[in-house]
């Protein structure tokens, strides 16, 4: 999406307050959530996944994701997002009235069944009917695919496989759909595959990239994304977050380490970098360790030069 001046302009979604607190011990407080949902906000970041729709005995992280959204409201000009993946989610998502959801289903069979305990064909099937459901009530809905790059039961993935699941959420009228390396197993090659074949098959739809940094590939998969024409990436605060099916996982690439290499690119992501500390500076204090992402690090260096 080039803009006036001819620069190209790119939209990260920030993950911390769901892919990141869900992995977290400690529960935060709604009053500690707003406030960070608040710091990311007054940092710029466009769109925010605030939390999900999930069973509060299976994710107790996620329970009060009904009244954060509540205490938001409609006063922001940042996109609130939350996830969904049942029907009873899809419920409590249209009485809070969130306004953005996400919406996805796993496209390996084994991770299908030990996550959402339906065969990946039931999940889907099921999933069409719900984002349907949430078109008919005028949410805006972005599809998406869980490990799309490989599982760590099943390997590698097919590509066929994955652009069917993807023709059956297309066929729905979503104008997104999210591609997950749930599992952190992408290569840049194989990111830029996976676009060009999805890009050919359904050109009228986005997409987007959520990229996990398991093996340290999260910004080369992201440049590569890029490159293959991708504008919108998941990107986590902190690089906070694992995966609680992936034994060792990290989070998603930090989002300040993303802005970084954007916009020394000359690409813009309208986030502040200095403004986007202050979120990691209570993060790290609240959770009393330090956070993968490296940008704050070179800030506060700086700072010490300075
Ligand atoms: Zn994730």
Known sequence: MPNDAGQTRILLEDEALRDGL???????????????????????IPRIQVGSFVHPKIVPQMADTDDLIRTIGKETDTVVS???????????ALSCGVPHVSMSVSVSDTHSRKNARKSAG???????????????????????????????????ISQTAVLSAAEALAN?????????DTT??????????MVRLFADEFPEIVVSLHLHDTRGLGLANMFAGYEAGVRIFDVCTGGLGGCPFV????????????????????????????ALAEAITVLETTLERRLPGRMKRVLEFQQTCG
């Open 22 to 44: 869900q992995m977290e011990a400690r529960i935060f407080s709604l009053e500690e959530k707003r406030h960070l949902f608040d710091l990311l906000e007054k940092a710029g």
């Open 172 to 180: 729905t009228g979503v104008t997104e759909i999210n591609l997950a």
């Open 82 to 92: 939350a996830l969904i993946l049942n029907d009873k989610g899809l419920e409590r």
């Open 247 to 274: 034994k060792g996982a990290a989070g998603n690439v930090p989002t300040e380490d993303a802005v970084n290499m954007f916009e020394g690119m000359g690409i813009k992501t309208g986030i502040d970098l200095i």
């Open 122 to 156: 039931d999940a889907l099937a099921g999933m069409v009917t719900l984002i349907e459901e949430a078109l008919t009530s005028h949410m805006t809905v972005r599809a998406g695919l869980q490990c799309v790059f490989g599982c760590v039961y099943e390997g590698a």
């Open 184 to 193: 952190g197993m992408a290569t840049p090659l194989a990111i830029q595959e």
